[in-house]
């Protein structure tokens, strides 16, 4: 598999430097080597009517930073030039396909091509400053804000999004028609498979932030939605509450990633209780999972 890793580095670097046309140089020379993945999920690199809906709104929404904020983006620029992160990157992808063709599965596609964005902390704050994007094989995006916290974390999050794009090389995603319970599985194993590189010291805020009660009372409230459709729905069960009101969904009553917390401990409980691998898990239906992890009751 072709390995691309942009250099957001030097394209930032290129574009703080500028006084006018940053949005054109976003748009055209940072997201446009990614219009495939945008495009699989409807957002168009730049809108016919002004201020409609693009690539530069889509990025606000999700976390990167604004294109303006020169001091903060210099700042963290710095920090990533320091830990050298792009060479984090090559080393962490190299990692993750060296693992799956040792155990022999597979990407839908010919080159894994791979961005790494500065995010704006307090739109990711219960991240931690840190997330990412690999729902469409053959892209993975990281958006992070350097901090003492997510550095070391690096690693793990790119082996998170490394697993979507296997997973979803398996098991289409259907945005209408998506359950509480895939995603559940498909967070639950992306965690997994970073544990299996990296150790679960590395792992995310979405799955560590838990206390026992927390996680149990969570059990509770999702294990009569598995079969909820929709992502909207749905997101309000993975995301929590504060989230799901921000993003004008219905609140259920969860803590923030409330799914990705009770999916991790669903894939942990099904591994240990059957024996299995993260390379068996990876291959197996929601179903076969849930039914079989000892969180639910049938």
């Not at 931690?128 to 053959?138: H, Q």
Request: with cysteine; hydrophobic share 40%; glycine share 8%.
């Amino acid at each position: 598999m072709k390995l691309v890793v942009e250099d957001t580095i030097g394209q930032y670097e290129s574009m703080f430097s500028m006084e006018k046309g940053r949005e054109h140089f976003f748009r055209y020379s940072m997201m446009k080597p990614f219009e495939k993945m945008w495009n699989a999920i409807n957002v168009p690199i730049n809108a016919k009517q002004t201020n409609g809906y693009d690539v530069i709104m889509a990025t606000n929404m999700l976390g990167y930073l604004d294109v303006s904020e020169t001091k903060m983006g210099q700042q963290a620029l710095t920090v990533l030039k320091e830990i050298q992160a792009l060479q984090t990157v090559y080393d962490t992808l190299n990692d993750c396909i060296h693992f799956i063709e040792k155990h022999h599965l597979k990407i839908d596609a010919h080159e894994l091509k791979f961005g790494m964005y500065i995010a704006d902390p307090k739109k990711l704050e219960f991240q931690k400053g840190y997330c990412g994007f690999g729902g469409i094989p053959g892209f993975i995006h990281v958006s992070i804000y350097p901090n003492a916290y997510n550095i070391s974390r690096i690693p793990a999050v790119i082996a998170h999004e490394f697993h979507h794009n296997v997973r979803f090389s398996y098991f289409d995603w259907d945005h209408g028609n998506v359950t509480v319970g895939d995603y559940l599985i498909i967070e639950g194993l992306a965690e997994s498979f970073a544990k299996e590189l990296y150790g679960e010291d590395l792992l995310g805020p979405w799955v560590t932030s838990f206390d026992q009660e927390d996680l149990e009372y969570s059990i509770e409230i999702i294990k009569d939605s598995l079969d909820i459709k929709r992502f909207a729905e749905v997101s309000s069960y993975m995301f929590g509450d504060i989230i799901a009101k921000e993003q004008g969904f219905q609140p259920v009553g969860l803590s923030p990633f409330a799914g990705y917390s009770v999916g991790y401990k669903a894939v942990q409980s099904f591994m240990e209780l059957n024996r299995v691998g993260i390379k068996e898990a990876s291959l197996l239906t929601t179903d076969e999972i849930v039914k079989n992890c000892g969180l639910f009751s049938f």
